[in-house]
């Protein structure tokens, strides 16, 4: 059964759908707050390496998901769809450098590579809905 990725009602106010009713968007939130809590354990020294790098990825990726809802086009939400993707993998890699330095809570780590493995089947269902209502 496919995921179902956004909530289909609008919102009765606006008369269209908020970025924060985008389930993605929920569990990206989910995934950033996860990874600053995974990083507040780091080592000092790497403050202003692996910790900022971590943190700047995962806050891109609501952010882009955000952004490109903003603009109110198809085709730049799926730009951005893109960008959040790819900022999304490159937390993954990190996300294996943090496991082979065995860097934080080997329990956070693991529920914040589930919750990145999440985002990603999520925003890949979304660009596939996105292909196939422009055809």
């Known amino acids: 059964m496919r995921e179902k990725v956004m909530v289909q009602k609008a919102n009765t106010k606006t008369g269209w759908q908020s970025f924060r009713d985008l389930h993605v968007w929920q569990r990206a939130l989910e995934l950033t707050t996860a990874v600053y809590r995974l990083t507040q354990l780091f080592p000092r020294e790497e403050a202003f390496g692996l910790t900022a790098q971590m943190r700047r990825c995962a806050i891109s990726i609501p952010s882009n998901l955000a952004e490109g809802h903003g603009?109110?086009?198809?085709?730049?939400f799926k730009r951005f769809l893109?960008?959040?993707r790819g900022s999304n993998c490159e937390l993954q890699t990190q996300l294996e450098v943090t496991r082979a330095l065995a860097l934080g809570d080997p329990q956070l780590l693991s529920r914040v590579q589930n919750?990145?493995?999440?985002?990603e089947k999520m925003l890949v269902a979304l660009l596939i809905k996105l292909k196939e209502k422009s055809g």
């Open 71 to 76: 603009r109110m086009s198809s085709r730049e």
């Open 82 to 84: 893109l960008i959040a």
């Open 115 to 119: 919750l990145s493995y999440e985002v």
